[in-house]
């Protein structure tokens, strides 16, 4: 998040996004204005967002372009980036509009070379004698991957610790990568059970010091969403002017990240941290 | 909501491997394991498998999910293990829809034209690669005619494809809808015709209500009544599960 709130700060503009499943970060750059192309599987942020409202409003009314894949397909098309080939294999999305219906047509697809030339392309299976069809995903390396983790050291080397997504794959497949962190700490530990580490430190380009980094979102082992965040966020991005007042207050006129945490609260934050023993903070059900 | 989460529950088998997206399947997972099916494993496509979950995760994303589990890894093994034929048939995979047709096919994508949809939706998330794997699948749905629908604006999660053995011509894996789960009954499919049909009602709806809420053609004539919740189902429901009611809400 606090990479995004950057962004929007730079007004970096013109992105092309590819994401397995964007929430409330998607939905902040998307409602800045800041973003021309999505290749993405959900856009969605759990009981908080059934569709993320700034998302939905642009697909709607054709400010950003969406192409749609399935989550194993853009987890496939990272790994193929990755993986330096061009395409991997699967069986997800035959005979569905996945396959059939193309968000990008042919001419825009000429137009940014960055796009693979077809969406997904239908083969049959060389190696077996009974053939069959497979679905073949197009690799893809981003120009940056933005990640959050709960360790990264000053030289780059980055721990996941909880849900790893596809971290790997993204970092690998991308040509920069830069990332947040709860905790810096000395290389040294991370290095002595590195069979725990996510990423190396030679993929890494930069790495930022930013406590509650992921918030309003959960960090697993640090702090919890904050509903009442996201709740109201949800009723204030279905208003084009209170959304523009939101990122006003809370994106563009603090300085920094920092700034942002701090018109919430140290009271506040601190009520979000994850109980002892569990990754994330219990509810009471008094 | 509580007689659909009770249905379902009733309908998952000890030795299942539940694939769960959040809400409501979640809810009748969780009242599966406490009740009918406590060797259950749940499993979620963020990677977490068999997790202790002693409060309801909100989105796949949540640190809940993650728990106790016996493993936690990411998408690219999550979704692996649900094409490997090893494990895959032995997955009931729980998924919902905005629209659904008589074959079971689902749209979570779009309503009207995809390049300009009346009303943009989440999209498949990894609703169509468990659709595309996985041995069961098991749908939720709102009973009304405009998510009932004769054909869906969009197809996101191949369901029987159009019937009769056409999800095997399109290459599919083995699997494909079982059950559809709704505010009015339960629905299977025809053996053959992969057709859709009232297999229950529950003892406050009765076949007309679901034919008046389905814009195909449904056969009715078979369906039976699906008995009651329990006193005991409904106090693990209410007090164990959802406790907060974050999912169930106020209705009863």
């Keep these: 998040m606090a990479l995004a709130h950057e962004i929007i700060r730079q007004g970096i503009d013109r992105l092309h996004i590819v994401m397995h499943s964007g929430g409330q970060a998607l939905d902040l750059l998307i409602g800045a204005g800041l973003v021309e192309l999505v290749e993405i599987a959900y856009g969605a942020n759990g009981r908080f967002a059934s569709t993320c409202t700034r998302f939905r409003k642009a697909a709607e009314n054709g400010s950003i372009k969406v192409e749609d894949y399935s989550n194993y397909q853009m987890t496939l098309r990272f790994m193929a980036g990755a993986m330096g080939v061009p395409f991997l294999p699967t069986f997800s999305s035959l005979g569905t509009d996945i396959l059939e219906r193309w968000g990008f047509d042919h001419e825009l697809r000429t137009q940014h070379p960055s796009l693979p030339k077809m969406k997904l392309v239908v083969t049959d299976d060389p190696f077996s004698s009974v053939g069959g069809p497979l679905v073949l995903v197009p690799a893809v390396n981003p120009d940056v991957c933005l990640l959050h983790a709960q360790k990264a050291s000053a030289e780059g080397t980055v721990r996941v610790e909880g849900l790893t997504f596809a971290d790997a794959e993204q970092a690998r497949a991308s040509r920069a990568v830069i990332v947040t962190c709860e905790d810096v700490v000395p290389d040294e530990e991370l290095r002595k059970e590195p069979w725990h580490n996510t990423i190396p430190s030679v993929l890494v380009d930069a790495v930022i010091h930013q406590p509650y980094g992921a918030h309003p979102t959960a960090c697993y082992l640090h702090y919890d969403y904050d509903d009442r965040h996201l709740l109201e966020y949800d009723k204030i991005a279905a208003d084009d002017l209170a959304f523009k007042e939101y990122l006003t207050k809370y994106v563009l006129s603090p300085g920094s990240f920092n700034d942002y945490l701090g018109i919430l609260g140290n009271d506040r934050l601190g009520k979000l941290r994850a109980s002892p023993g569990f990754g994330f903070h219990r509810r009471d059900v008094a | ?252």
């Design chain 2, 1 to 252: 909501m509580e007689m659909m989460a009770i249905a379902a529950a009733r309908r998952i088998r000890d030795d299942d491997i539940v694939f769960c997206g959040t809400g409501l399947p979640l809810v009748a997972a969780m009242t599966a394991k406490k009740t009918y099916a406590p060797h259950c494993t749940v499993f979620f496509e963020t990677g977490s498998l068999d997790p202790s979950l002693p409060e309801i995760p909100l989105a796949v994303s949540d640190p809940r999910v993650i728990h106790g589990a016996s493993h936690a890894s990411g998408l690219a093994d999550a979704f692996g293990f649900m094409q490997n034929r090893r494990f895959g048939p032995r997955v009931l995979g729980i998924l919902s829809g905005a629209q659904i047709d008589s074959y079971g096919n689902l749209n979570s994508t779009c309503i009207g034209d995809y390049r300009k949809p009346t009303t943009r939706l989440p999209g498949s998330g990894g609703a169509c690669d468990v659709a595309s794997f996985v041995g069961r699948t098991m749908i939720f749905m709102k009973h009304e005619p405009r998510r009932f629908v004769k054909r869906v604006d969009y197809i996101t999660s191949p369901g029987w494809v159009r019937g009769w053995d056409s999800r095997t011509s399109t290459g599919l894996l083995e699997g494909g809808p079982e059950t559809v789960v709704t505010t009015l009954g339960v629905m299977r499919f025809h053996e053959k015709t992969k057709e859709m049909f009232l297999s229950e009602y529950y003892e406050f709806t009765n076949p007309i209500e679901v034919l008046s809420n389905t814009d195909f053609g449904i056969e009715v004539s078979d369906a039976q009544a699906e008995p009651p919740p329990t006193q005991e189902e409904l106090h693990t429901l209410r007090t164990e599960v959802d406790p907060l009611r974050l999912i169930l809400g106020n209705d009863v």
